[in-house]
């Protein structure tokens, strides 16, 4: 099926606040909170066609999705640092993120009068076609370290090692979205599809200054 939607509006509102304090000198403490707010804003047309031929499936259809969540990114984040500059040009620090209010991306047709059109407000499979789904709360532990190197009193090397996921975790759905194929009396039968977060991930990086 060849699904297309016009008038669609958004509003993507938030803040984030980005705080950092050296202690002692060697010590620093970092600190970060964003917070969005994105959603739809009014009701969008749909119309559709089959996908092997021009045969029109339906047209101007009305899908309410205003006031739902604008999938595919965390809407809330926090995070927390500490960095640790050495003496000798070399560092080493550790972050904790915590993320939420993460939503599927909507389907746009199991919101419109069609879709429930058989059930009424109170049906158990009114919600379970309606409503938007919220991926879990998570959080991610990180590391991070570097040191500089002065070559013939002029040159620059530096090294930065960061490890992303410490612990590993591979159970994280970060991401996800409805099927626009859909089943009005299943909705479970073409299931949503969801990303994980990948493990633990490394990288290296090597800067040269001259």
Do not use: C
């Amino acid at each position: 099926m060849n699904y297309i939607m016009t008038g669609v509006n958004q509003k993507h509102q938030g803040i984030e606040i980005g705080l950092e304090k050296t202690l002692f000198t060697s010590h620093v403490i970092q600190g970060a909170f964003g917070y969005g707010n994105y959603y739809y804003t009014n009701r969008p047309t749909a119309q559709a066609w089959q996908d092997n031929n021009s045969t029109q499936l339906f047209t101007d259809r009305t899908s309410y999705i205003k006031n739902f969540r604008v999938g595919g990114t965390p809407q809330t984040v926090t995070g927390i640092g500490y960095r640790y500059n050495g003496k000798k040009r070399w560092y080493a620090g550790v972050t904790y993120n915590y993320f939420s209010q993460t939503y599927l991306e909507p389907n746009p047709d199991r919101r419109t009068a069609e879709a429930v059109e058989k059930y009424s407000s109170t049906d158990p499979m009114f919600k379970q076609i309606v409503e938007q789904e919220q991926l879990p709360d998570y959080f991610l532990i990180n590391l991070n370290a570097g040191k500089t190197f002065r070559i013939a009193g002029k040159y620059l090397l530096n090294l930065n090692l960061t490890v992303n996921n410490l612990l590993n975790n591979r159970n994280i759905r970060n991401w996800g979205y409805e099927q626009m194929r859909w089943d009005y009396s299943d909705v479970t039968k073409f299931a949503n599809k969801y990303t994980y977060m990948p493990g633990a991930t490394y990288m290296a990086t090597v800067n040269f200054n001259f």
